[in-house]
């Protein structure tokens, strides 16, 4: 039996700061440096791979997460928040479990 197809990908859509007219903060789990997560996140065109650096869960039941990303240079980072979107975020490696909240 195979798996069902992924969806066709689109461009994450980066997600706005939090700020209180959203209700409570969100919960954000983080990782070790040396054993972060990884994901395939479809940004401007292509896919491109991604360590997390944290997670974000909102009350509402929405789902955040950040990453550092190779966007203008291949040798410089940005840290950058998208939405949870299974279309545009794939995820690559699991690494170990996040510290508590």
């Given at each position: 039996?195979?798996?069902?197809?992924?969806?066709?990908?689109?461009?994450?859509?980066?997600?706005?700061?939090?700020?209180?007219?959203?209700?409570p903060?969100?919960t954000?789990?983080?990782?070790?440096?040396?054993?972060r997560?990884?994901?395939?996140?479809?940004?401007?065109?292509?896919?491109?791979?991604?360590p997390?650096?944290?997670?974000?869960?909102?009350?509402?039941?929405?789902r955040?997460?950040?990453?550092?990303?190779?966007?203008?240079?291949?040798?410089?980072?940005?840290?950058?928040?998208?939405?949870?979107?299974?279309?545009a975020?794939?995820?690559?490696?699991r690494?170990?479990?996040?510290?508590?909240?």
């Amino acid at each position: 039996m195979h798996p069902p197809p992924e969806p066709e990908p689109h461009e994450a859509v980066e997600a706005q700061p939090w700020n209180p007219d959203q209700g409570p903060p969100p919960t954000v789990q983080t990782w070790p440096r040396t054993s972060r997560p990884a994901l395939r996140i479809f940004i401007r065109g292509q896919w491109r791979r991604c360590p997390v650096i944290a997670l974000h869960h909102y009350a509402d039941g929405r789902r955040a997460v950040q990453v550092d990303v190779h966007l203008d240079s291949d040798t410089s980072y940005q840290a950058r928040t998208y939405r949870w979107d299974p279309a545009a975020i794939r995820i690559v490696a699991r690494g170990e479990p996040p510290f508590e909240p």
